[in-house]
């Protein structure tokens, strides 16, 4: 074939190439769009378009990280620490996490102790959640003793604690009990003596005109025997009682008695 018949052919591949490429830029597109996703870890949940369709370069959809009751939100799983966010200008897929923990609960202790002569009764030590109340506890006293008062001046030997905004020990005082006494007197007149017992001692020297006894309120005083000296005989007590012999029981006054 001679060169002139060539030239068409070259011709027309030329065309041929240039309407391909004109045709590929003409045809091509951006990517996108993408798909931006957001979780949420336990404790927590998605406010907003969990799920979204992005086209290249433009911007998501405002969502919030929401904690459940007793919790609260820390970061999205790229380290963003607003709960609320709004991805923009996007030119990826993206997919993130909130993450959420168990609220931090500021508690407080009470503790109740107890002094000398007593004893509490109920929880000692209580870990109480601010602004709540405490359990009832009770200072009692040991045989003997009396509740007094609480360390912070409360008289009331049974408490409860409420609203609790701080830390509190406090300590239940205790006294031995005001035991009511009574003074029991007895005095011999001339003609006799007198001896603590039934019987009289065998040494005479024991013998006295005035025994004094201090005894509980209902308790019994000790026997006293009144003995006449010689030449003498024993008539009665002051009181009419006639046995020399006398225990004064169930003391519940001061007695005086010759």
């Known amino acids: 074939m001679s060169c002139a018949g060539r030239f068409p052919f070259f011709i027309s591949i030329g065309i041929m190439f240039a309407a391909m490429l004109a045709c590929g830029e003409a045809g091509e597109t951006e990517p996108g769009p993408y798909s931006v996703t ?3 870890g336990e404790g927590g949940s998605i406010e907003g378009e969990a799920t979204q369709a992005v086209e290249h370069g433009d911007d998501g959809e405002t969502v919030t990280a929401v904690p459940d009751a007793g919790h609260e939100f820390v970061e999205w799983s790229d380290g963003l620490e607003e709960a609320a966010r709004t991805d923009t200008n996007v030119t990826e897929d993206i997919t993130v996490t909130a993450h959420f923990s168990p609220e931090a ?3 407080h202790t009470l503790t109740y102790e107890a002094g000398e002569g007593g004893s509490i009764e109920g929880e000692a030590t209580q870990t109480v959640e601010h602004g709540d109340d405490g359990q009832t506890v009770t200072a009692v006293p040991d045989a003997g003793h009396e509740f007094v008062e609480w360390s912070d001046g409360l008289e009331e030997a049974a408490r409860t604690d409420t609203n609790v905004t701080e830390d509190i020990t406090v300590t239940a005082h205790f006294s031995p009990e005001a035991v009511e006494t009574h003074t029991l007197t007895y005095e011999t007149g001339e003609g006799g003596s007198l001896h603590l017992g039934e019987e009289p001692p065998a040494d005479p020297q024991s013998a006295t005109i005035r025994i004094e006894q201090t005894v509980e309120h209902g308790e019994d005083g000790q026997p006293v025997i009144a003995v006449p000296d ?9 009181d009419g009682l006639e046995e020399a012999v006398r225990t004064d029981t169930n003391v519940t006054e001061d007695i005086t008695v010759t």
């Not at 010689?230 to 002051?238: K, L, P, R």
């Open 230 to 238: 010689e030449g003498y005989e024993f008539a009665e007590w002051s």
């Open 105 to 107: 609960v500021e508690t």
């Open 38 to 40: 957001y979780e949420a």
